[in-house]
C-alpha cells in the first residue's frame, strides 16, 4: 500500500502546479462533469458497432469496448477493476426468478483487487463470449440456445456453471495484435488508456460538443444512485467505494442543477426531462460537427515544409 504524502509536501505541488498553471496560461476552472443518459449511452454503443471511421483490428475487440462500458455503466465501476478482470473472477450461474418467469442469467464479479462493489449483474454478454471461448466445463455447453436445456433442482435457487479452471488466468477483455497472418487476440489486457482514447474518440465521431470521459458513467451512476428513493446514502457509498459523502459532493455531483427550480417554486410539475437533457453531455449533439480533417487540409500537410523537412531525414 501506498503511503499519505505528508501535508507540507502536498500544499507546496499545489502552489507549484498553481505557478505553472499561470505561467502558460492554464484555467482552474474545475471540469463539467456533464451526466450522460441513457440513450446518449445507446447511442455511444451503436456509433461504437457500426462506425467505420474507427477501427478496432478485430470485430471482437469490438465488442469488447461495449462489454467494458456495460460492465462499468451500471455501477460505476472502476476502470481497472474491469480492464483486469480474468475469467476466474466471474461465476456463473442460472438462477430462479423469484416471479416465476424464465430461469435468468447472473454472473458474479469477485475481483480481490478492486474496491469497488460489483456484486451480481444480468450480463448475457459475458456468457455470449464464454460461449464463443468455449470456457465452460460443461463441454456440451457450446451454443445460448442450450441453456433453455437447463433446469434447476427442485428446492434450490441456482444452478452453478462453472467454467474451466485452465482459463483461470487469461483476461476477459484482451487487446488485439498484428501478427504475419492478421490481428489475432493477445494474452494482454486492454489498457484503461486505451478504452479511454476509444471512448473519446466515439465520442467525437458522434457530434458531441464536450470530450467524453470514462468517468462520465461513474458520474452517470453516482448521481443516478442518488437521485434514487432506492438507494439510500450508505449503500451509495457503498457501491462508489467511498468511505463518506464527500469525495460525491466535491467530485461527482453535477455542477449543472438537475432540477427544474422554478417549475417547483410556481408549484408546477418540474419538467425534469427537459432539465436532464440540457444538462448532459449530449445536449448539444450534431453530426455536423467536424471531427476531423478535411481532404483539402490532409493534402496540405504533405506539402508543409516542416513535414517535408521530417520526411526527408528519414
Partial sequence: MGERIASKLGRSMRKAVGRLAKKHGLTDQARANRIMTIDQLKQHIE?????TRKMFGLGEVRIL?????????PAGARRRAI?????????????????????????????KFTKEYLGAKA?????????????????????????KKLDICPGELELPLPLREDLDDTYILRRAVLTTTG????????????????????????GLEYSTILYSLRYNAANGFDQSADVSEALRNLVLGHASSEPFRHHYLGREIGADLWGI??????QQALIKQSDSVGHSISKRRLTDLTQEQSASIATHPTIRRLTMAL
Avoid: C
Fill in 47 to 51: 456509433e461504437t458497432l457500426s462506425t
Fill in 65 to 73: 469496448a461495449v462489454l467494458f462500458v456495460l460492465l462499468v455503466a
Fill in 83 to 111: 480492464t483486469r478482470l480474468r475469467f476466474r473472477d466471474i461465476r456463473v450461474v442460472l438462477a430462479r426468478d423469484p416471479e416465476g418467469g424464465p430461469h435468468k442469467l447472473l454472473i458474479r464479479f469477485t475481483p
Fill in 123 to 147: 450480463h448475457p454478454h459475458v456468457f455470449l463470449l464464454g460461449i464463443r471461448h468455449q470456457t465452460f466445463r460443461a463441454t456440451s455447453l457450446t451454443t445460448p440456445d442450450q441453456l
Fill in 183 to 206: 490481428y489475432v487476440l493477445s494474452n494482454d489486457p486492454i489498457s484503461e488508456a486505451m478504452m479511454g482514447a476509444w471512448f473519446k474518440r466515439i465520442g467525437e465521431l458522434l
Fill in 265 to 270: 417554486r410556481r408549484g408546477q410539475k418540474p
